[in-house]
T-cell receptor
Framework: GAGVSQSPRYKVAKRGQDVALRCDPI?????LFWYQQALGQGPEFLTY????????KSGLPSDRFFAERPEGSVSTLKIQRTQQEDSAVYLC?????????????FGQGTRLTVV | AQSVTQLDSQVPVFEEAPVELRCNYS??????LFWYVQYPNQGLQLLLK??????LVKGINGFEAEFNKSQTSFHLRKPSVHISDTAEYFC????????????FGTGTRLTVIP
């Protein structure tokens, strides 16, 4: 596609529910990133994939967060047993570069609200 | 480790006036520097970046920024703002080697007043 696509754009979950957020990167981009942006804050890194390999998951806040990219293209961020503090915008970015990330393209994000 | 500080959380400015949004960073290694803009309910759009060479970089929409290594700053400027520049602006860095992810500041909300 022309850009990074994320779905759904908005998600309301009851506390304790599991959610899955999808990211379709730009075709051919090897690098894929997930960020979490809390209200009034800058994005914070969650995890990084190079093709299907998850090379860095140091930013995942708890073991309730899980991300995958099984075929090296579409990625899914899953949050189990959602809590109110998980409410945020989740941004996905992709890049054609393997190292020295200087060309990241962002999707519009998924706004997750946990009630 | 890297960190980015944007001291001004909100900057109101009149239309056609100049504006400067401040950004300072801290890093133990050399970094690349970026400014992104975020319009309401949108993702992040790259305004400009500094990789190497001339310390004055020009970006889209008439914005420019100057890298100052001694002051570890990368301030964003525009000589004359428009109503359409109202948005959230984020400064970010990424290390030139090692980690690939971006480290963002907390953002500056620019409001252009007619």
């Amino acid at each position: 596609g022309a850009g990074v696509s994320q779905s759904p754009r908005y998600k309301v979950a009851k506390r304790g529910q599991d959610v899955a957020l999808r990211c379709d990167p730009i075709s051919g981009h090897v690098s894929l990133f997930w960020y979490q942006q809390a209200l009034g804050q800058g994005p914070e890194f969650l995890t990084y994939f190079q093709n299907e390999a998850q090379l860095d998951k140091s930013g995942l806040p708890s073991d309730r967060f899980f991300a995958e990219r099984p075929e090296g293209s579409v990625s899914t961020l899953k949050i189990q047993r959602t809590q109110q503090e998980d409410s945020a915008v989740y941004l996905c970015a992709s890049s054609s570069q393997r190292v020295g990330n200087t060309e990241a393209f962002f999707g519009q994000g998924t706004r997750l609200t946990v009630v | 480790a890297q960190s980015v500080t944007q001291l001004d959380s909100q900057v109101p400015v009149f239309e056609e006036a100049p504006v400067e949004l401040r950004c300072n960073y801290s890093s133990s290694v050399s970094v690349y520097l970026f400014w992104y803009v975020q319009y309401p309910n949108q993702g992040l759009q790259l305004l400009l970046k500094y990789l190497s060479g001339s310390t004055l970089v020009k970006g889209i929409n008439g914005f420019e920024a100057e890298f100052n290594k001694s002051q570890t700053s990368f301030h964003l400027r525009k000589p004359s703002v428009h109503i359409s520049d109202t948005a959230e602006y984020f400064c970010a860095v990424t290390p030139q080697t090692g980690a690939n992810n971006l480290f963002f500041g907390t953002g500056t909300r620019l409001t252009v007043i007619p």
